[in-house]
């Protein structure tokens, strides 16, 4: 493309517009609210998604859940507070019932809580989206229709159903977050009290440490200082006296309230050490609290009610009909020339392609007083579509009586036997109302008409009322600035379509979600045409594969009589002219590509005779019920400044795949303004950092504190893949709430990612309003940095008393920019740094081994540093804090506090648990899987000439492997039939790189087969005719062969001397009764050195020795001994079930300075026939991990464990 006339078009715009199967959410601003009086909470919202089958048995269990609920709540609040009026509302897709009664304004889209087909992360576990910080109310609570009808296996997973209602109502309606680990979190934390403590709130809930999906005792791991990976704390159900948490295992019998400050009650008393995520959050601060400074109950309101209260709710069924909707347009005098052109191309582009079908649309004009143009005609066809495009105003004259337009669409609305219940208005207007009745004159008619009321801001010059008719009805306010490009109005038009979904009348499945019409805009740029002479300028869309059914380009201009638009598909072929539909009156041309679109890049030129601006809007719907395109909603936590309280809000933006979050995307946020200020971009993260309170949950957030005036501003956000297209769908699972079982689910899942492919998208994201602002000077800072909420311990070395720490960097104002240093404290209590943080030492580059504290980068990048400490030794535990400062010495918050245990850990052991063998040929495979010593065999006829025969042992525990040993043995014999022996010992010892060993004595045993045969049938002759190597059985005569493998028992034992090694010997013996020949090697994973072992003819054998290279003869079997080394390990403990597991009781090292380095001595390798052995010694020395920090990136150099063979 031209590069000069790139630069000089003013500026093109491209929108796709998605049809798309995926129910979205509204942002914060626009859910309904739920209000606390005297003690009773109204007007809570449940619907039903139309994907959901008919089953009216959902509505009963629905009203049994939330009245057991009720009581628990009460329960939970200490008296204070319960659900009193609940609507349930019905999908338009099930069948009528005279008890169904039209909904007002209530929709799925605004309900706090949905009924919906399982999340594939959470599956039928209850969640709650909730993208704000602490104390601030969430989107919905997403409940499956399983988790409802299955009462018995929900609670077999959950516990009480009613209980865990509470658990989810603490996330949406207080802000309250998890207290037993999450994704995020840590499961274990070295405590104030020197002990290994579980995460969970209360201290007094008591249970047993175990390893996952086991009753195997749990052990320290020297590289954490807590316990091993894999560890977790089953918490009894029966038999506690633990009072709290809801927010932790609201499945426990005596758990009947939320955790509080007050240390007198020790059985729900908060700890604020514990490293969950609601300490994290909300800075250490009880659950209880947090509920208290609520509205519900801030002030004192609400107090506990005596005496006996019925707790039941009242229920009202409510069912949507069709859509129902007024455009309600200004026609004053200020609406002539581009207004009127603009307000007339974005109306038809909504009635030829966003309002669906079995929608009725009326239209009304207003400037002094209000007429119809039409009243509500339903669309059925183009033809319905065309003739309400015919009466869109043309004309504009006189003064502007917006409360006149708002009468006058009620009134349409209740024409016949409607009432206007459930209706809704678009009004739309440039000026402030000057005609009565004004805007507030007729607020109580839009409450008592039960309307919807979306208002779009055409200019800054808008009544600045405009927004209450939204915020009474619950409808959207938008805010277009005035420019020569319409992809906001339009988008503005879009979105009251696409808000309101229940309201769909296309007739579909009941078992699939109703097809609706949902505005995905793909790409926005800005170029420019030189005026005099046609020039042309172009780009290109992806349309991606999920879409491509009624694929329709639309192009709309301002200034030229007529412009010329050239398409070419992906396949390089130009779009026949003849589908265009050119309307010059209106200066808009449509194309609309038949049957099903090419996925891949379209692209279009566009030439113009004049200097013109064209807007390019593309929509297409997928071509089935089960395409989920990636959707962008914006979410504004408060679309209102208050420049003198808090001159910022948060812009968050939840990018998806139906339900599943998209990870790793590039996503901004521009914020537009009428005043002098530019346009501003923010680059928001999903990093749990700064706005973001939870890491890779498609929730991306930033601040918006760059407002330079009063009045209003609009939001848009752009998302994209990165370059290297390295965006991803988050499909990990995940847990909602504790589950009673441990093992049954978990959030520590690695994560699952697919990628995404090649997308981009925008949206709107409606209207900010400033008010109180002050000028202040450029050269005063009054915003502190964030709060740094991911403080975390990497790892800990007792060898070389040193401490990894992690943490995602803030700026300089909240998350914006630099900060300009870290003031990183260290203390040997945790209530030192949370009471006295700036009195507490400091940590400054002498302390730092590893990175550079001095060098603070931008916002958004993982920061981390290795520390030495002074000390370690039994119970030296250090605690460590961190908060940023800007150049105006303003302090963020002080982080959250995190713990280092300097104990000395023995290495974990590795012992082997289970054996696989197989036998493999070309068209069959036999499997058994051998654990805890058996003797078994597995006996089949050969149908092939190649077997393979495998033994694999397998690790009981989880940790890093630093040692692999791996022998194979190949067997041939003389009638070409093939017997292939591979042994794979993965012995995993977690060397400690002391010198010394513990001092006490102990043994263990691994648990390993003793003996293991195969019998296999052999041919031992051929027919003339055939050939060796492709013999058949049945033409030949079989005599068994015996392969048998007899492994030694393996023993490990540690005796009170120093640098004492273990022995870990296992022996293979291969016995066959015939003349064998073949190879063996042994290969180190660690060294790729291969020893060959030749077996000649005639029953007679060579072997080399694999440390001394000696070689020896013997006869009739072969034997291969392998040895490895062991550090010491201490006794397994007893198992136990008590609270506490039984840690390790070796002793650290006498001598602390000496090196960090240690050689264990190797193993025994023995060959032995008659009375024969032959021994080797090998030697292995492990070097200890050392990470490199590059000082100027930040970014880990070097890492790994290294051995050599001595």
């Not at 928001?684 to 929730?699: E, M, Q, R, S």
């Not at 043995?969 to 009638?975: E, G, K, L, V, W």
């Amino acid at each position: 493309m031209d590069i000069d006339r790139l630069q000089s078009f003013r500026r093109i715009t491209f929108i796709l517009y998605i049809f798309f199967l995926c129910f979205n959410v509204s942002s914060s601003s626009n859910r309904n609210k739920v209000v606390l009086t005297d003690n009773k909470y109204q007007n809570l919202i449940i619907a039903i998604n139309q994907k959901v089958p008919v089953d009216t048995t959902i509505i009963d269990r629905i009203k049994d859940l939330f009245t057991d609920g009720s009581r628990r709540l009460f329960e939970a609040t200490n008296r204070r507070a319960y659900w009193k009026t609940i609507t349930i509302l019905v999908p338009k897709t099930w069948p009528a019932n005279t008890s169904y009664i039209l909904p007002k304004r209530e929709s799925f889209s605004i309900a706090n809580i949905v009924i919906d087909l399982p999340n594939e992360r959470y599956e039928d576990n209850p969640y709650t989206q909730q993208p704000g910080s602490c104390g601030n109310k969430g989107e919905y609570i997403h409940l499956t229709p399983n988790f409802i009808l299955n009462k018995i296996d929900s609670e077999k997973m959950w516990g009480p159903v009613d209980k865990l209602l509470v658990h989810e109502w603490g996330h949406l309606q207080w802000g309250l977050f998890d207290e037993y680990p999450t994704a995020d979190t840590p499961n274990f934390y070295k405590h104030s009290n020197n002990k290994i403590e579980a995460t969970r709130c209360s201290l007094a809930v008591k249970g047993q440490y175990k390893r996952n999906g086991t009753d195997e005792e749990c052990y320290l791991d020297p590289d954490t200082g807590v316990y091993e990976n894999g560890c977790v704390f089953s918490p009894d159900t029966k038999n506690q006296t633990a009072t709290a948490s809801y927010m932790y295992g609201q499945f426990i019998d005596s758990v009947t309230s939320f955790c509080h400050s007050d240390p007198s009650d020790p059985l729900g008393y908060h700890d604020v050490e514990l490293p969950h995520k609601h300490n994290t959050v909300c800075g250490s601060r009880s659950a209880w609290d947090i509920i208290l400074k609520t509205q519900d109950f801030k002030g004192g309101v609400n107090q506990p009610v005596a005496g006996n209260v019925d707790t039941t709710p009242t229920f009202t069924l409510m069912q949507p009909t069709d859509r129902r909707v007024v455009l309600v347009l200004d026609v004053s005098g200020s609406m002539s020339g581009d207004r009127l052109l603009q307000q007339r191309q974005s109306a038809t582009h909504y009635l030829l392609y966003t309002i669906d079908s079995g929608s009725y649309v009326g239209i009304v004009q207003f400037s002094d007083d209000a007429q119809v143009l039409s009243e509500l005609v339903e669309i059925t066809d183009d033809t319905s579509r065309e003739a309400l495009v015919a009466v869109l105003p043309t004309l504009v004259d006189g003064l502007t009586s917006i409360g006149s337009g708002v009468l006058k669409g009620i009134e349409v609305l209740s024409r016949g036997i409607q009432t206007a219940n459930g209706g809704s208005l678009l009004l739309l207007t440039d000026g402030g109302n000057n005609v009565s009745p004004d805007i507030n004159d007729v607020l109580d008619d839009v409450d008592n008409a039960g309307v919807v009321v979306d208002t779009i801001a055409f200019s800054s010059s808008a009544d600045p009322n405009l927004e209450n008719l939204s915020d009474v009805s619950g409808g959207i306010s938008f805010y277009f600035i005035d420019t020569e490009e319409i992809s906001v109005l339009n988008s503005a038009f879009e979105t009251t379509v696409t808000s309101r979904p229940d309201q769909s009348s296309q007739p579909l499945p009941i078992t699939v979600i109703i097809c609706l019409f949902i505005c995905v805009i793909l790409y926005s740029d800005a170029v420019a045409t030189v005026g005099g002479s046609f020039s042309s300028v172009g780009d290109s869309v992806i349309v991606d594969s999920d879409l491509r059914k009624d694929t329709v380009f639309s192009f709309s201009w301002i200034n030229s009589n007529s412009i010329q638009v050239d398409l070419t598909s992906p396949d390089g072929n130009l779009v026949d002219q003849s589908l265009q539909k050119v309307d010059l009156s209106l200066k808009a041309i449509n194309i609309k590509i038949p049957n099903i679109a090419q996925d891949g890049i379209w692209e279009f030129s566009i030439n113009s005779p004049s200097t013109d601006t064209v807007t390019v809007n593309v929509q297409s719907s997928p071509q089935t019920a089960d395409n989920c395109p990636i959707t962008v909603v914006p979410l504004i936590g408060d679309p209102s400044i208050d420049y003198t309280t808090e001159p910022y809000t948060i812009i968050c933006v939840a990018v998806t795949k139906c339900y599943l979050p998209v990870v790793g995307a590039d996503v901004f946020a521009e914020v537009e303004s009428s005043n002098s200020c530019q346009t501003v971009e923010l680059l928001l993260f999903d990093n749990g950092a700064g706005a973001d309170v939870t890491k890779d949950d498609g929730i991306y957030c930033g601040y918006f504190l760059d407002a330079c005036g009063d009045g209003r501003y609009s939001v848009s956000v752009k998302v994209k893949s990165p370059e290297k297209n390295t965006a991803f769908v988050n499909m990990a699972k995940a847990t909602g709430s504790l589950p009673i079982n441990p093992d049954s689910t978990t959030n520590k899942e690695l994560p699952v990612f697919v990628p995404t492919g090649m997308f981009s998208r925008s949206a709107s994201g409606g209207v900010i309003q400033v008010t109180g602002y002050v000028n202040r000077s450029p050269t005063t800072d009054v915003i502190s940095p964030s709060k740094i909420i991911d403080l975390r311990v990497l790892a800990t070395s007792y060898s070389e008393q040193k401490v990894v720490l992690q943490w995602t960097a803030v700026g300089d104002d909240l998350d914006t920019g630099n900060a300009t240093k870290y003031e990183l404290k260290m203390a040997n209590s945790f209530s030192e740094l949370l009471t006295n943080f700036v009195n507490a030492p400091e940590i400054n580059n002498n302390d730092v081994i590893e990175g550079n504290i001095t060098i603070v980068r931008p916002a958004g990048v993982v920061e981390k540093i290795g520390l030495r400490v002074p000390t370690r030794g039994d119970n030296q535990t250090y605690f460590f804090a961190i908060r940023a400062q800007d150049e105006a010495s303003n302090y963020g918050d002080v982080s959250n506090i995190v713990s280092a245990n300097m104990q000395y850990i023995p290495p974990i052991p590795y012992m082997v648990n289970s054996t696989t063998v197989s036998l493999t040929s070309a068209d069959k495979t036999v499997t058994e899987t051998v654990t805890d010593v058996t003797t078994d065999a597995i006996t089949t006829a050969i149908s092939s000439t190649d077997w393979t025969l495998g033994l694999t042992t397998s690790d009981r525990s989880t940790g890093p492997t630093y040692f692999t040993q791996t022998t194979t043995s190949t067997i041939t014999t003389t009638d070409s039939i093939t017997v292939k022996h591979t042994v794979n010992d993965t012995t995993t010892p977690s060397l400690d790189p002391t010198t010394e060993n513990p001092t006490t004595q102990t043994s263990l045993e691994t648990e390993e087969p003793t003996s293991h045969e195969f019998t296999t049938g052999r041919p031992t002759t051929l027919a003339s005719t055939e050939t060796p190597g492709s013999t058949s059985l049945e033409s030949i005569t079989s005599n068994p062969t015996t392969i048998k493998m007899s492994p030694s028992a393996t023993t490990l034992t540690t005796v009170p001397t120093s640098n004492t090694v273990t022995l870990m010997s296992t022996t293979h013996v291969l016995t066959t009764k015939n003349t064998l020949t073949g190879t063996s090697q042994a290969t180190n994973s660690k060294h790729p050195t291969i020893v060959p072992v030749t077996i000649p003819a005639n029953n007679s054998t060579t072997t080399t020795d694999l440390s001394s290279n000696t070689t020896t003869t013997m006869n009739g079997t072969t034997n291969h001994t392998e040895s490895t080394q062991y550090p010491t390990i201490p006794k397994s403990p007893t198992k136990s079930n008590t609270t506490e597991p039984i840690e390790a009781t070796a002793q650290p090292p006498e001598n602390e300075d000496r090196t960090a380095l240690w050689a264990s001595l190797g193993a025994v390798v023995g060959i032995a026939l008659i009375s024969l052995a032959v021994f080797g010694i090998i030697k292995f020395v492990g070097k200890k991990n050392k990470v490199d920090i590059d000082p100027e990136s930040g970014q880990e150099m070097t890492s790994g464990q290294s051995f050599e063979d001595i």
